[in-house]
């Protein structure tokens, strides 16, 4: 097969577009795509100003879709004055799983000469998610309390590092599949808040918003949703990036798993399908958002660590309880 665009070799072909492209142009694409999205997302005001530039923490894992975001948002804001980044990396305590995605992260970050600021679950609560998994108090999947132990991390250490701009690099598969699970679960306030940023605290499908320690708002972006989850791991396989493959021991988000799969199959079926999902969802989010913009969720502060919270206790304060007494 020939690039449709130089007639070299072509190292892909997109169903859903019907181009095959060659090892330049497939890079080209992803990047122009992930430059596309960070425009259309307004990521970068027109008013951003040289000598006061953002910052941007990226949420650095070492998998393929983190180490891709963190090399191209690198190789678009290197020499920007306008923007700073920082790779913010998260040790949750599992054995032969995370020590090596981090010497990824390490590797990559010394390459590209980039701050990095790696926190672990065993400082900040004294937990490892390997004892977790053994005690599970509250009978939860490993993902539900490693989600919630995340987020608070995430939103604590934006607001530390005086982020701007909080971004991840979720993948048009795993938004499609988030997308296709609310709406199977019939989870209408949760597709509103993905679109609608002033709703509260949450983790955005068009960007949203984290509530940082002060309680203020930062905004979250993930500027890779565009691109299927097959071409950021062919990009990170022909950029010889330093990603690490391997699947966390503890994963077992079962739902997830069946909707990929259904995903996998309707793709191969009909090409196009995800990117249909998330146009579709965009447009349904926006007036979903629009019933519940007056809804506006007000917060207490916890009793342990004095974050948001709607009771006495915040979530993680409640399992971080759970887990102490069990
Ligand atoms: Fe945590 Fe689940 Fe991710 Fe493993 S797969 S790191 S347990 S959220």
């Known amino acids: 097969m020939q690039c449709d665009k130089c007639g070299a070799d072509a190292v892909m072909h997109a169903a859903y577009s019907g181009l095959h492209l060659?090892?330049?142009?497939?890079?080209?694409?992803?990047?122009?795509?992930?430059?596309?999205?960070?425009r259309d997302d307004n990521l970068l005001p027109d008013d951003a100003i040289p000598d006061s530039p953002e910052t941007w923490v990226i949420g650095l894992s070492g998998g393929k879709d983190s180490v891709v975001l963190t090399d191209i948002l690198?190789?678009?804001?290197?020499?920007?004055?306008?923007?700073?980044?920082?790779?913010?990396?998260?040790?949750?305590?599992?054995?032969?799983?995370?020590?090596?995605s981090l010497e990824a992260c390490e590797e990559l970050t010394a390459d590209l000469d980039l701050r990095h600021e790696v926190v672990?679950?065993?400082?900040?609560?004294?937990?490892?998610?390997?004892?977790?998994?053994?005690t599970d108090p509250k009978n939860m999947s490993a993902c539900a309390y490693c989600g919630v132990f995340r987020r608070d991390i995430l939103s604590r250490y934006a607001a530390e590092l005086e982020a701007d701009k909080l971004l991840t690099g979720h993948n048009l598969d795993d938004e499609a599949e988030t997308a296709l699970m609310n709406f199977l679960e019939g989870d209408v306030s949760q597709i509103a808040k993905q679109?609608?940023?002033?709703?509260?605290?949450?983790?955005?499908?068009?960007?949203?918003?984290?509530?940082?320690?002060s309680g203020d708002f930062i905004p979250r972006a993930k500027p890779l949703r565009d691109v299927p989850e097959k071409e950021v791991a062919l990009y990170a396989h022909l950029r010889e990036l330093p990603a690490h493959i391997t699947e966390c021991?503890?994963?077992?988000?079962?739902?997830?798993?069946?909707?990929?799969?259904?995903?996998?199959?309707?793709?191969?079926?009909?090409?196009?399908?995800?990117?249909?999902?998330?146009a579709g969802y965009e447009e349904l989010?926006?007036?979903?958002?629009?019933?519940?913009?007056?809804?506006?969720?007000?917060?207490?502060?916890?009793?342990?660590?004095?974050?948001?919270?709607?009771?006495?206790?915040?979530?993680?304060?409640?399992?971080?309880?759970?887990?102490?007494?069990a």
């Open 22 to 38: 060659c090892e330049d142009h497939f890079c080209a694409s992803v990047e122009k795509r992930v430059r596309r999205r960070i």
């Open 74 to 100: 690198h190789e678009t804001f290197a020499k920007d004055p306008r923007v700073e980044l920082v790779a913010l990396s998260i040790h949750e305590g599992i054995e032969g799983y995370r020590d090596e």
């Open 120 to 134: 672990t679950y065993e400082d900040e609560f004294d937990i490892r998610m390997d004892e977790v998994v053994e």
């Open 195 to 213: 679109f609608d940023a002033s709703l509260g605290p949450f983790e955005g499908g068009r960007g949203g918003r984290t509530r940082g320690d």
């Open 249 to 278: 021991p503890h994963a077992e988000e079962a739902f997830r798993g069946e909707i990929q799969e259904l995903l996998y199959d309707l793709e191969d079926r009909h090409p196009g399908t995800r990117h249909s999902i998330m």
């Open 285 to 325: 989010a926006a007036l979903a958002a629009a019933k519940y913009r007056d809804e506006e969720t007000t917060f207490d502060e916890c009793e342990q660590c004095g974050g948001p919270t709607t009771g006495d206790l915040c979530r993680k304060c409640g399992l971080l309880e759970a887990l102490e007494a």
